[in-house]
């Protein structure tokens, strides 16, 4: 039976960089284009072992080569970190919402990214630096907890030089090591940034701790209105398709209304952001 | 439709004879007062009628624990290649009561909306379903009329009601789609036309009110769960949960499940299954780097009672209790999620007043 939407389909590991101490980028090929949106997720699996959703971290336009994070966070995903290139891993989706890039296009963009929230995000980021020309002025938050847990600093510092792009890299903490950024919270910033309000938009991506006091700042600033603000959600799901149950936010389910919600759609339901 | 009228007498027989040909699942009861869905055997003889709800619902026999989603084998090359068994049997499935047949219609419209689900569809497609009328509440845990599943008989192949003030134990039986055609070709029995009449004449032998009966009308609970009021109640009935998920585990309307994977020894071949999974255990809601979105035991709670009186009902525009009792028959703390309804009522009532 060839519509069962349990079985992955395999593709085959490019390469495997270590980003940090516990992430690592794989970039693998699919046998068909993924034709993803940004922020979409896939499920990613290896037979016998296991499965886990990741988020998608390519740009809309990588056609069959997938690039994914995957934090080392448990057993499953301790096996993907032993794969090596040409090892194959099973991959069904892309499943979720997504951003809709047309929504962001002439428009002035906020993205404040905590830890591994930049990694949903870059899929958002690359199309929108990729033809910056059609976006407004682009400004990015980054915070990390320290600077070896700093994702994607070379990409970041291209990005830097494009025309209206504003980027604040920052740490919790240097550890005494080397830093160019700033120190502190991602909630510092965001004080000092200039909005043109009804032609911004914000998107939000990061640990659940994160969201409450970036939206408190935001409110305590600016008057943004809740639906031009985007959050990207993470929970544990089983099946991608809406019936499994796990990642059920009240009425809405992460993985079909979601993993991205206009902040408008979550403000009244418990449980969606702590 | 066409309907039939046959003597238990005959039925009995029937039901041995359609057990030679394929499964045919009916309650059954087992040492203690409990009640299960077992495939019958010719000697058994059957306890129509009187049987009391079983432990587990029949839908669960569409869903059933542990169901393989694919197997697969890998080959000398790296290359994995990918199997979904095919050979589900057909089944029977016989005393399937009113809130039974409606979380099987409820199940039918989970599965088949959106990306179908292929394994309970297949399942689905090769059962069929014999339903009994019910007359009288099954216990004093039964709720199904104030829940709007008494009447329901959508889904059912032949539904059978016992006749009123019959001496030879007379049946109707409406034969309502092929596959029940073709199961009654087999009984000894006699075309009946007056079934509507036959049908209201032993509906009308039921006492009234039918079990027990919600303080607010159904339709309101959607709202009346997520009032502030309520979230005490949750709060009152989390102090004696013990989180262990029975009343998920026997509710047929209780789908969400997790999946496994697992591999033979020969490190080649394996297989991936899906486990019943439930709200109210403590880890359900838990993310990766252990932040756990429902870590209070009366979030669950919340969560559970919301899940059934709204949150699927906003999508499914059904209510997602049929008042079948198992959650209450079963829990060890003695929790009813009828007790739990009405006393949301009543607490969200007596706010109004003050």
């Given at each position: 039976m060839?519509?069962?939407?349990?079985?992955?389909?395999?593709a085959?590991?490019q390469?495997?960089?270590?980003?940090?101490?516990?992430?690592?980028?794989?970039?693998?090929?699919?046998?068909?284009?993924?034709?993803?949106?940004?922020?979409?997720?896939v499920?990613?699996?290896?037979?016998?072992?296991?499965?886990?959703?990741?988020?998608i971290?390519?740009?809309?336009e990588?056609?069959?080569?997938?690039?994914?994070?995957?934090?080392k966070?448990?057993n499953?995903?301790?096996?993907?970190?032993e794969?090596?290139?040409s090892?194959?891993?099973?991959?069904?989706g892309?499943f979720?919402?997504?951003?809709?890039?047309?929504?962001f296009?002439?428009?002035?963009?906020?993205?404040?990214?905590?830890?591994?929230?930049?990694?949903?995000?870059?899929?958002?980021?690359?199309?929108?630096?990729?033809?910056?020309?059609?976006?407004?002025?682009?400004?990015?938050?980054?915070?990390?907890?320290?600077?070896?847990?700093?994702?994607?600093?070379?990409?970041?510092?291209?990005w830097?030089?494009?025309?209206?792009?504003?980027?604040?890299?920052?740490?919790d903490?240097?550890?005494?090591?080397?830093?160019?950024?700033?120190?502190?919270?991602?909630?510092e910033?965001?004080?000092?940034?200039?909005?043109?309000i009804?032609?911004?938009?914000?998107?939000?991506?990061?640990?659940p701790?994160?969201?409450?006091?970036?939206l408190?700042?935001?409110?305590?600033?600016?008057?943004i209105?809740?639906?031009?603000?985007?959050?990207?959600?993470?929970?544990?799901?089983?099946?991608?398709?809406?019936?499994?149950?796990?990642?059920?936010?009240?009425?809405?389910y992460?993985?079909?209304?979601?993993?991205?919600?206009?902040?408008s759609?979550?403000?009244?339901?418990p449980?969606?952001?702590? | 439709?066409?309907?039939?009228?046959?003597?238990?007498?005959?039925?009995?027989p029937?039901?041995?004879?359609?057990?030679?040909?394929?499964?045919v699942?009916?309650?059954?009861?087992?040492?203690g007062?409990?009640?299960?869905?077992?495939?019958?055997?010719?000697?058994?003889?059957?306890?129509?009628?009187?049987?009391?709800?079983?432990?587990?619902?029949?839908?669960?026999?569409?869903?059933?624990?542990?169901?393989v989603?694919f197997?697969?084998?890998k080959?000398?090359?790296?290359?994995?290649?990918?199997?979904?068994?095919?050979?589900?049997?057909?089944?029977?499935?016989?005393?399937?009561?009113?809130?039974?047949?409606k979380?099987?219609?409820l199940?039918?419209?989970?599965f088949?909306?959106g990306?179908?689900d292929?394994h309970y569809?297949?399942?689905?497609?090769?059962?069929?379903?014999?339903?009994?009328n019910?007359?009288t509440?099954?216990?004093?845990?039964?709720f199904?009329?104030?829940?709007?599943?008494?009447?329901?008989?959508?889904?059912?192949?032949?539904?059978?009601?016992?006749?009123?003030n019959?001496?030879?134990?007379?049946?109707l039986?409406?034969?309502?789609?092929?596959?029940?055609?073709?199961?009654?070709?087999?009984l000894?029995?006699?075309?009946?036309?007056?079934?509507?009449?036959l049908?209201?004449?032993?509906?009308a032998?039921?006492?009234?009110?039918?079990?027990?009966?919600?303080?607010?009308?159904l339709?309101?609970?959607?709202?009346?769960?997520?009032?502030e009021a309520?979230?005490?109640?949750?709060?009152?009935y989390?102090?004696?949960?013990?989180?262990?998920?029975t009343?998920?585990?026997?509710?047929?309307?209780?789908?969400?499940?997790?999946?496994?994977d697992?591999?033979?020894?020969?490190?080649?071949?394996?297989?991936?299954?899906?486990?019943?999974?439930?709200?109210?255990?403590?880890?359900?809601?838990?993310?990766?780097?252990?932040?756990?979105?429902?870590?209070?035991?009366?979030?669950?709670q919340?969560?559970?009672?919301?899940?059934?009186?709204?949150?699927?009902?906003?999508?499914?525009?059904?209510?997602?209790?049929?008042?079948?009792?198992?959650?209450?028959?079963?829990?060890?703390?003695?929790?009813?999620?009828?007790?739990?309804?009405?006393?949301?009522?009543?607490?969200?009532?007596?706010l109004?007043?003050?």
């Open positions: 060839n519509n069962n939407s349990y079985i992955p389909v395999m085959e590991i390469s495997v960089e270590a980003l940090t101490a516990r992430e690592k980028l794989f970039r693998v090929l699919l046998p068909e284009p993924l034709n993803h949106r940004p922020g979409q997720f499920m990613v699996s290896l037979p016998g072992i296991g499965e886990c959703a990741i988020s971290s390519s740009g809309p990588s056609g069959r080569m997938l690039e994914m994070v995957i934090r966070a448990g499953v995903t301790g096996v993907f970190h794969l090596k290139v090892d194959s891993i099973g991959i069904r892309p979720g919402s997504g951003f809709d890039l047309d929504e296009r002439h428009k002035d963009i906020v993205v404040i990214a905590g830890g591994l929230g930049l990694v949903p995000l870059r899929s958002l980021i690359i199309p929108i630096m990729e033809h910056k020309a059609d976006y407004g002025r682009v400004h990015l938050i980054i915070g990390s907890r320290t600077p070896a847990e700093a994702l994607f600093r070379e990409q970041i510092k291209t830097k030089k494009l025309p209206d792009c504003f980027i604040t890299e920052l740490v903490d240097t550890e005494f090591l080397d830093w160019d950024g700033e120190t502190g919270l991602v909630t910033p965001i004080n000092q940034l200039s909005l043109d009804e032609n911004t938009l914000l998107v939000l991506c990061g640990p701790v994160m969201y409450k006091f970036v408190m700042e935001l409110r305590m600033n600016f008057s209105p809740d639906e031009q603000i985007f959050v990207d959600l993470e929970r544990r799901m089983r099946c991608g398709m809406g019936k499994c149950g796990h990642c059920q936010i009240n009425h809405v992460c993985c079909k209304d979601g993993p991205v919600f206009r902040y759609q979550l403000r009244d339901l449980e969606a952001l702590t | 439709m066409n309907a039939y009228i046959a003597s238990l007498a005959h039925i009995e029937w039901f041995h004879n359609l057990a030679e040909q394929k499964q699942f009916f309650p059954k009861k087992t040492a007062s409990n009640y299960r869905f077992e495939s019958i055997d010719v000697s058994q003889s059957l306890d129509f009628f009187t049987y009391k709800p079983t432990i587990l619902p029949p839908v669960k026999n569409l869903f059933p624990d542990g169901e989603l197997t697969y084998q080959d000398d090359q790296g290359h994995y290649h990918f199997n979904q068994s095919s050979n589900v049997g057909s089944q029977i499935l016989a005393g399937v009561r009113a809130c039974d047949l979380a099987i219609h199940m039918d419209t989970v088949s909306e990306i179908k292929t569809l297949q399942r689905r497609e090769k059962t069929a379903i014999i339903a009994f019910c007359l509440p099954c216990d004093d845990h039964c199904c009329e104030t829940a709007q599943s008494l009447d329901f008989q959508t889904g059912a192949d032949i539904f059978v009601t016992q006749l009123a019959e001496n030879d134990q007379q049946c039986l409406e034969v309502i789609s092929d596959k029940g055609m073709q199961l009654i070709q087999s000894e029995s006699i075309p009946c036309s007056n079934y509507q009449q049908k209201l004449q032993a509906q032998t039921r006492p009234k009110p039918f079990g027990r009966q919600f303080v607010t009308a339709e309101q609970l959607s709202k009346i769960v997520h009032q309520a979230d005490s109640v949750y709060e009152q989390a102090q004696r949960c013990f989180s262990c998920g009343c998920n585990l026997v509710c047929p309307t209780c789908y969400c499940f997790d999946t496994r697992e591999f033979e020894l020969d490190g080649k071949s394996g297989k991936k299954t899906r486990h019943w999974d439930a709200c109210l255990n403590p880890g359900f809601a838990e993310v990766a780097g252990g932040h756990n979105f429902r870590a209070e035991p009366a979030a669950r919340r969560h559970r009672i919301r899940r059934k009186f709204d949150y699927l009902p906003q999508r499914f525009e059904q209510i997602f209790c049929t008042g079948c009792g198992r959650c209450g028959r079963q829990c060890t703390t003695g929790i009813d999620i009828f007790d739990i309804v009405n006393d949301v009522c009543e607490s969200v009532k007596s109004d007043h003050e």
